[in-house]
Every structure is written in C-alpha cells, then in structure tokens.
C-alpha cells in the first residue's frame, strides 16, 4: 500500500482503538439505556460496523452482505433511539466480532480501490473518509452516553495548557465577500459544498468562548427568569424543563458544581461553558447585548486569510492541528481553559474555534445554493429545514479528521447533554464599518 492508503489504514485502526476503549465495561453497563435521549453504547458499537458494511464492503467493494438480516436493527431512521434497547441488537461480545469481522474485509477493498478513478466514492479515498468521520461522530456519541451515565471512572482524563493568552474582548471583522464552503477538502460532506460566495457586512465577534464566569453572572442576575432574554419557544422550554443552570451544574451555597463522567468538582470558572442549549446560548446573548453569529459569519472568522483570498482548512493554515493549537481528540475529557491556543488563532485573530466546544450559530440548518445530495439523503438532506440549529468547530470529544473549518454540526434547539458552548457576535454600527 502506498502512503496514502498507509495513513487511511492508521486512522481505521486509530478510531477503531477509540470505539473499543468507550466500551471496554461491563455488559451491563453496555446493554442498558442511560438516557431515553441516547442509544445504548452495544448499539452504537454494532452501528459503525454495520455502517462500515454498507458503505465499504458492500457500496464500495461490491463484497456480499455478512448479516443483512442485521441491517434494519442499526437503521438510525427505523429505530428512534429510546426504542433500542428493547430491540433484538447483538450483545457486546457477539457486536464486537461482527465489527471485528467487517474490518477484517475492508483492508483488502482499501488495496483495492483507485483514489485517482471515476467513482466518487473510491476518488480520494471518499468512502474512507465518511465511514472514519462516522465512527468518530458516534465515538462523541457514546462521550455523551457516558457523562449522561454518572458512572466513575470509564473516562479517561488528561493535561492542557494554562489558559490566558492576552488579547481584545472582540475581533472586529470588516465588510466584504468570503468563499463559504468548499470544493477542494477531499472528506468534506455534502452539506459542506459547494463552495459559494457570501458577501457579509462588517461584524464583531468574541475572541474567545463564552466562560463558566460570565456564563454565571448571567444566572447571578436572573437570567433564567427574565423572559425578556428568552425567544418565546426558548422561555417554553425554560417553563417546561425548569432550567436554571447548564446540565450537570448544581449549586451547593455560593459554590457551582459539576459532574464530570461521574466525578463532583467545582466548576472552573476559566473554562468555556458547555452543555448548554440553543435557547441558553441566545438567551445569555440578548443579557450580554449581543447576539449569536451566523452561520456565515463564524465561518467567515474562522476559516478565511483575507490576504491570501482563500479559504484554510484549520483557523492556522492547512496544517493538523497538533497539541500547541486546538484542544481535539480527548486529550482530556473538558474543554481547555480560556485563551489556550493563542497559536490557534485565525487570521482575524479569533482563538479556540476549532475544539473545546461545538459552538451554538444563530443559523438553521439549511442546504447552500447549489446543494447535491451525496452520497445519500439520509445523512444531511432530511434534516435541512428550521426543526435544527447548525454547530460549528467541533469539541474537545471531537477528532481532527471529523473537524475542519468548513464542518457542519445540528441539533434540536433544546439539546445539551452534546459537548456544546457558543461565542457572540454584533453587527458593527455604520460608523465602525
Ligand atoms: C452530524 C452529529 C448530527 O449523530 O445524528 C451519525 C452524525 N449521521 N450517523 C448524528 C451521524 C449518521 C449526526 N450529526
Ligand atoms: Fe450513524
């Protein structure tokens, strides 16, 4: 195999490591539903290889299906998640041979393929890179079913830098048109394409995430019971759940705490917030006098080299992120503290956009003009409409090869047990433009 296919098999055997040690527990742990918001973690363990199925060994590689009888039980549309456990799934030994049986296979159709032909899905490798990013999004997934768990002890933890860099509230980021989207990242989604020219107005935007602090002075000043804050499907919700603080704090006398994968400890007040939901994150933003960026104008701060006239893959450049840059991967299982990766900034000089938290934009979740579905509906298409908020540059849970600056994350408005935070933006005034 030549260096290409070498760095595609180390990523195979990378995000593979990542899944097995999510579901190295006892089975029962594995089999049961820790939330009605989530599947359990045998589940998602048989999805990715049965995904792996589909897409490598049967799509791509014409091999005959191993276990079509299994395929309807890992169809996400079929099967809502709350409905899983009671469904017939494979046990955790019996999934982990299946996948294991799958991956066997799929070497031989990664030897096989030529990156350099006509078919989409060989070209570039494609259909690689949608079934890594795949395993990698349910990796995030099965993150998310562990801290909804409260279990000690599953989740391993790690160093960070010292937050701190020094720097402007805001980034003033001047009028003019940038290319949004792409044409040119090989592994980019169909959702993410094709790139298309917007031309938006100056703005300002926050350096860095919104932090537990500030975070907390907002519920210090009320804000949970100020509807002035609140859209009124966000002051619903407010009524409806009886929010008063991010999922997993609790307040003990003056003191905020946190459970983290099982663990009590004081919230830190340097860190992004995380774990809150859309109606949360513009609720803070109408207190704070702002409000959340588009869409289009995160991406604008986050991706585009106004010199150069082109758009970079990561906020930096084109390289891989690395450890000085961007808190990805689960180096450890938080978010980095504020100011981090000042050599992570972009070329506006906006900092941690890319890792530590997925980051609440004021857009739905809507196809760019000139959208085609590719390689199947069912991965963006039926989701494109108002019922989704669009998140953008990826958590610390989050893999390098599943985040790019062009990356298109959604959820529900309400949900917060994802790895989610947000920064704010305003429009600037007809003076400072
Ligand atoms: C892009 C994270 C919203 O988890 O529903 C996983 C990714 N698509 N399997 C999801 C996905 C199919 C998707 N998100
Ligand atoms: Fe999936």
Known sequence: MNDFKERIAAELVAVRNRSLAYTEAEDDLLVRQHSPLMSPLVWDLAHVGNYEELWVLREAGGITPLRPEIDDLYDAFKHPRKDRPSLPILGPGEARRYIGGVRGRVLDVLDAIDPDGPDPLHRDAFVFGLVIQHEHQHDETMLATLQLSREPGLVRDGDLPPGGSAGAEEVFVPAGPFLMGTGTQPWAYDNERP??????????????????????????????????????????????????????????GGTWWRTRFGRP????????VQHVCWYEADAYARWAGRRLPTEAEWEKA?????????????????????????????????????????????????????????EWTASLFLPYPGFRSFPYREYSEVFFGKDYRVLRGGSWAADPAAVRTTFRNWDHPIRRQIFSGFRCARSATPEQA
Request: aromatic share 14%.
């Open 302 to 358: 986050c991706g585009w080299d106004p010199s150069a006239g082109r758009a970079r893959k990561y906020p930096w450049g084109d390289d891989d992120p690395g450890p000085g840059r961007a808190n990805l991967g689960h180096r450890a299982a938080r978010p980095a503290p504020l100011g981090a990766f000042p050599a992570g900034a972009s070329a506006y000089g906006v900092e941690q956009m890319i890792g530590d938290v997925w």
């Open 195 to 252: 790139a298309h020219r917007v031309d938006l107005p100056a703005y300002w935007i926050d350096r860095l995430p919104v932090g537990n602090l500030a975070y907390a002075a907002f519920i210090d000043d009320g804000g949970y019971d100020d509807p002035r804050w609140w859209t009124p499907e966000g002051w619903h919700w407010r009524q409806e759940s009886h929010a008063c603080a991010p999922l997993f704090w609790t307040r003990d």
């Open 265 to 272: 400890e004081p919230v830190p007040m340097d860190e992004p």
